[in-house]
């Protein structure tokens, strides 16, 4: 029996380490979905057949569904949220409050099944709780078979109808979905408006609706001989559909939700990319939009090779970018985004909707928890992405030497302002739309940026596809993050996520007194000051009066290593690595060999890459 039970154990202690080294247990779907959509009334009738594994260690006694339209009723949570913040969402605001009977939207369970067996379930706003008729055991694959009903609100946010561009639908978040259990259990998020958290899994959806209309969605188009609309090939006929609907059938695997969009005014234009991925331009002709939306395939062609070098290969066979919703939002292999925009401002919402395709849909972080972990990043990869494209004179604009400065003036505004909320807030339950929007984009990005600045360029480079190569499809956490970056450059990293992320501690350091040193005043004593209270390793950049730069790199004694270097960073400068400044001390002094009279400047933070909230005393220029 002993010799059992150490066998058990081992496999125990293995199948942890298993866990550790490649990620986290993670549910599986696959969802089968007929919709009948009715544009005179604008509902449709839905079955779905959802085969759901269970790959936790638990047995499952209930589940949970999203209901998203019924968001869109007078006397929702999004509507009383948006009523009681300070700041609601213009778009927003009180407008479902005076949606009538006909402009609201809902979903009604008809039926639900599983395994053939009847279930019971209670509907609670935009979430439906479900008690099963047994347990779903651990590794069990069960059949939840559901029929339903919805009708689509008129476009209010993200999703509806007949949106300000008068497209007729954009349906995002339209179809009862299983919500998210994973190590930490139900993500049965009451829906406000803000962020997702969803399993992978692959979808088959087939939409029959009047022959009119033109969709664009995620996945491929099985049906292209059948349907034509502009996505068939240039030199397949296709006849005209008999009677007055038609069936689109789509298929995507390995994503973690399904868009789409219709209209009957859309049209199509295809494009191969340079790397063989299939991109659709799906769009209303017009003054405002033709002439731009023509533009862009070639536009968005170089940006996904940039993308595909910088942040990892794109992985799936397509990309829809569809006119649509209420500004710009990113779903698997596609995008909804209102189109009638300058040619700069479609290219800047294109680039990072898309670009959400690397830190959502195929890393794919709890975004409710970790907003900053998304947004952020796909701030970050947008700002450089744009840089790059501006360089090749694809949009107009001058090319940046730090294209992210808008994001640390956001945050630097908003945290001195004292308005800023900790990064570890839950993105439902900021106080203010502002310190979750700067937060989640502006301080995310800046989160990454300085950790660029930490590491140096080229470490940080590497480390980057390091991340996205060891957790794409895996779910991973702040904490994942930070060890990729911690084994890519040796240091210790866990202060930078405790402060920065956890706290709303504030950066400052300054040039103290600058004075004479050594037997004649052969050397200068510099000396530095952290005012704020969050520390971080410091470059003080000495600039000679012949016009030969030095970087003095202080690293943190807590970081345990420090930069080997940043020639991209610091061109033409040499590097000297000093003695560790110990954290809890707010001094810290150094002697460099050189006579005072013979230092032109001294800068801290010269990069501009460290969010130092005070840069009035971070030079010294000689008088």
């Known amino acids: 029996m002993k010799k059992v039970l150490f066998c058990w154990s081992l496999c125990a202690l293995f199948f942890v380490q298993l866990q550790a080294q490649y990620g986290y247990w993670q549910q599986a779907v696959d969802y089968t979905m007929d919709i009948d959509f009715n544009v005179k009334n604008n509902r449709f009738d839905g079955k779905q057949l959802l085969k759901y594994t269970n790959n936790s260690p638990d047995q499952l006694d209930r589940v949970f569904y999203h209901l998203y339209f019924n968001a869109f009723q007078p006397g929702s949570v999004m509507d009383e949220r948006n009523k009681v913040l300070t700041d609601s969402d213009s778009r927003v605001r009180n407008r479902i409050s005076g949606l009538n009977k006909k402009e609201m939207g809902y979903t009604k369970i008809k039926s639900l099944k599983m395994d053939g067996k009847d279930t019971e379930y209670f509907e609670n706003g935009t979430i439906l709780e479900v008690i099963l008729p ?49 190590y930490m259990g139900w993500h049965p998020n009451p829906y406000i408006g803000r962020e997702f958290h969803s399993p992978w899994g692959n979808f088959t959806v087939n939409i029959t609706i009047d022959k009119s209309y033109v969709l664009g969605a995620t996945g491929v188009l099985q049906n292209y001989n059948e349907v034509g609309k502009g996505y068939q090939p240039v030199d397949l006929q296709v006849a005209e559909p008999k009677g007055k609907t038609i069936t689109w059938k789509y298929k995507a695997d390995n994503v973690i939700d399904f868009v789409w969009a219709a209209d009957p005014d859309f049209k199509v234009i295809q494009k191969r990319a340079h790397d063989g991925t299939r991109m659709y331009f799906v769009y209303q002709p017009g003054d405002r939009t033709t002439e ?65 395709s690397w830190y959502q849909f195929m890393l794919a972080t709890n975004e409710a928890l970790y907003p900053w972990m998304d947004e952020g990043f796909t701030t970050f990869g947008t700002n450089e992405t744009m840089n790059y494209l501006r360089s090749k004179k694809l949009i107009p604009g001058e090319v940046s030497d730090h294209e992210h400065a808008r994001s640390y003036l956001g945050y630097g505004n908003l945290a001195k302002a004292n308005q800023d909320e900790a990064l570890s807030t839950h993105s439902d339950h900021y106080i203010t739309n502002a310190a979750y929007g700067i937060g989640s984009y502006s301080k995310g990005n800046v989160f990454l940026n300085q950790m660029e600045y930490i590491l140096g360029e080229e470490v940080f480079a590497e480390a980057l596809l390091d991340y996205f190569e060891t957790w794409k499809f895996k779910h991973p956490t702040p904490y994942d993050f930070i060890r990729v970056m911690e084994k890519n450059s040796g240091m210790v990293l866990d202060w930078y996520q405790e402060y920065f992320v956890n706290t709303t501690k504030q950066i400052d350091y300054g040039i103290g007194k600058v004075e004479k040193a050594g037997l004649m005043g052969g050397k200068t004593k510099i000396n530095i000051e952290r005012i704020g209270q969050m520390p971080m390793p410091i470059d003080v950049l000495v600039t000679m009066d012949d016009g030969t730069t030095t970087v003095y790199h202080i690293p943190l004694d807590i970081m345990r290593g420090a930069k080997k270097g940043d020639p991209a960073l610091y061109k033409n400068a040499s590097f000297t690595v000093l003695e560790d400044w110990d954290w809890v001390n707010p001094n810290y002094s150094f002697e460099i060999k050189t006579k005072m009279r013979n230092i032109e400047k001294i800068e801290i933070n010269a990069s501009k890459k460290m969010a130092d909230l005070n840069t009035e005393n971070d030079q010294y220029v000689k008088s």
């Open 134 to 182: 047994r347990s779903i055991e651990p590794g069990e694959t069960v059949t939840l078979d559901m029929e339903f009903e919805s009708q689509v609100p008129l476009q209010i946010r993200r999703s509806g109808r007949d949106n300000a561009e008068g497209v007729r639908y954009s349906m995002s978040q339209w179809y009862p979905k299983i919500c998210e259990y994973d």
């Open 292 to 356: 731009n939306w023509t533009k862009l395939p070639q536009i968005m062609d170089e940006a996904l090779r940039f993308m595909n070098k910088r942040y990892g290969k794109y992985p799936y066979p397509q990309y829809s970018f569809i006119q649509g919703g209420d500004g710009g939002m990113e779903y698997p292999m596609a995008t909804l985004i209102t189109g009638e925009r300058s040619l700069g401002s479609l290219v800047g919402v294109s680039v990072h909707e898309w670009m959400h």
